[in-house]
C-alpha cells in the first residue's frame, strides 16, 4: 500500500504579515495511521522541499501525541525536508491520495493545475482521495468527465464557516471553504465545531478540521481494505 500526501507551499496570511502553511496535526494522525498499517507514504507540494509549517499548529495547546511523535521522529522530519515537486508526480504507482489542511491550500493547491489534475485523475483511476479541514476547498476547480464540479451532487464537508469566524479568518481567507462546496453543488454536512467529522461519498473522503483528520485517515484506510 503506497499513498501520496500532498501538502501547501503557501506560507503568507493574506496581507496580515502573518505565516500560514499546513497544519501539523493533520498531517501528523494520518501519517501514522498510514504508517503504522505498515503504508509507504510520498509526501509531495507544489514547490518540493519543505513545505512551511502553520506556526500555531505548533504551540502547546495545538499539539497532540501524534504531533509530538512526528517532531520527534528524524525519518518523518527527513521526509517533510525533501517533499517532491507536484507537478512531477501522477497517481500512478500510488493506492490513495491525502491532502491535510491547514490555511495555506487555500492560495496554492485550490488554484494549482497540477494538484487539480491529480485529484480528477485519480478519481478517474478509480483511487480514493481523502481531504481534510480546508483541504476540501481544493476541489473548487477539479470537474468531472463531463466538465461539472466534481463535487455536485455528492456529500461533502470541511472547515465550517463557523470554525473560520472562531478564528477570525473569515476576511482573510481568499474563499470560504464550506460557501465553495456549497456553491458548487456538493451536499454540505457538519457536526459540531472542532468535534471529529468525516463524511465519505464514494471514492471521496472529506474531514470537517484537525480533529477529523485522523478518523478520515481510518476511513480511507477502511476503504482501502474492502477494495
Known sequence: MKILMVLTSHDRLGDTGRKTG????????PYYAFKDAGAEIVLASPAGGRPPLDPKSG????QTDLTRRFEADAEADAALANTV????????????????????????????PASIRLIETTLRAGKPVTLV???????????????KPLVEGKDVTGFTNTEEEAVGLTEIVPFLVEDELKRNGGRFARGGDWAPYVVADGLLI?????????????????LLASA
Do not use: M
Open 22 to 29: 499546513f497544519w501539523l496535526e493533520e498531517l501528523a494522525a
Open 59 to 62: 504551540e502547546p495547546g495545538s
Open 85 to 112: 515537486r507536484l507537478d512531477g508526480i501522477t497517481h500512478d504507482g500510488f493506492d490513495a491520495v491525502f491532502y491535510p489542511g491547514g490555511h495555506g491550500p487555500l492560495w496554492d493547491l485550490a488554484e494549482d
Open 133 to 147: 479541514c480546508h483541504a476540501p476547498g481544493v476541489l473548487r476547480h477539479a470537474k468531472t468527465p463531463d466538465g
Open 206 to 222: 472529506t474531514g470537517q478540521n484537525p480533529a477529523s483528520s485522523g478518523p478520515a485517515a481510518e476511513r480511507l484506510l477502511g
